[in-house]
């Protein structure tokens, strides 16, 4: 295999990613993987590769990537003014490049993250049975660390049958107001009343202080909060709240174990929205229940998983 998507112009955060690394966060290894499963569930199903296949995920857009052979890609996620050999693209839709060929995005115009399947996906060494970069351990990807120019993506050239695009129910549209459904976690109770009403009766705003660790959000603090506990394992979906009263929702590369007292637990498939919040967007809480997120998580894994020609609508397709 000869054929290789060489990176022109990384921009400020392209990291090779996929599902993420399970089993391992025993050792302290984070899952990390895509933030948002959406977007990224989309590229993938567009070009018919397997929901597990790696591809790129490139924050806030100037990046440029030429192919090395004719292949098929997909673009999904924040709207970067994607170009080919200097001609528009569709986002949310798959395309063919010819050999040679070179794929241009722009400074996103909205989201934060965009993402781009090749067909077959790219072949970087897996570690652990993931392909996926966690920058703070520095494992997957390429050497475990952001893309920069010159770096070099194997595939296999791709000639599957196209889909034309993402219908538009699909396609999500970023900006303005994200509601966060949240499950009481067991610290629930620990947080007095006055906590409680504060972090569901206001809108936050993300703080510039967020990353692929956890979203971290500003507003009328909670005052007197429970104080550090013992450290304990925490996940992806975790609200955390630390003395200053602000609230940290953890991702993909948060740490295996903390010890910020917990006031809940964000369903899976909303953290999808969470990845696409830029500084200043604003964010509300509501209660939900566990049998819902689970519930919404299951018809999310069964969409991308199961056969393209499905009909299983996926949670919140259309929010």
């Known amino acids: 295999m000869g054929e290789f998507a060489t990176v022109e112009r990384a921009g400020p955060m392209s990291l090779v990613q996929d599902l993420g690394r399970t089993g391992q966060r025993h050792l302290g290894v984070s899952s990390g993987g895509s933030l948002d499963r959406h977007a990224a569930g989309w590229a993938n199903r ?30 999904a996620g924040a709207e970067c003014n994607w170009r080919l050999d200097g001609r528009p693209v569709a986002n949310w839709a798959a395309h063919r490049a010819d050999r040679g060929s070179l794929l241009e995005a722009e400074v996103a115009r909205s989201g934060v993250r965009s993402y781009v399947a090749l067909g077959g996906g790219i072949l970087t060494e897996p570690v652990w049975g993931s392909r996926a970069t966690t920058v703070g351990e520095r494992i997957g990807g390429i050497d475990g660390r952001p893309l920069k120019s010159g ?10 049958t196209l889909l034309a695009g993402a219908p538009r129910e699909y396609i999500r549209q970023y900006g303005g107001q994200i509601s966060l459904r949240l499950v009481p976690s067991n610290q629930f109770g620990l947080f007095a009343s006055a906590h409680q009403q504060t972090l569901l009766a206001q809108t936050y705003r993300v703080s510039p202080h967020s990353d692929r660790m956890g979203v971290r959000l500003s507003g009328a603090p909670m005052t007197g909060v429970p104080g550090n506990l013992v450290s304990e394992a925490v996940a992806p979906g975790a609200v955390q709240v630390p003395s200053d009263g602000q609230p940290i929702v953890l991702m993909a590369d948060c740490q295996t174990i903390g010890g910020y007292p917990k006031i809940g637990h964000v369903y899976s498939v909303d953290l999808d929205l969470l990845a696409q919040a830029r500084p200043g967007d604003t964010v509300t809480f509501s209660i939900g229940t566990l049998d819902a997120a ?11 998983e199961g056969p393209v020609d499905n009909g299983v609508e996926p949670a919140g397709a259309g929010e």
């Open 294 to 304: 689970q519930e919404a998580l299951r018809q999310q894994r069964a969409f991308f």
């Open 46 to 75: 567009l070009l018919r590769n397997s929901p597990r296949d790696a591809l790129l995920e490139v924050a806030m857009g100037s990046f440029a990537l030429r192919f090395s052979h004719a292949t098929t890609f997909a673009l």
């Open 151 to 160: 770096d070099r993506l194997p595939y296999e050239p791709e000639a599957e």
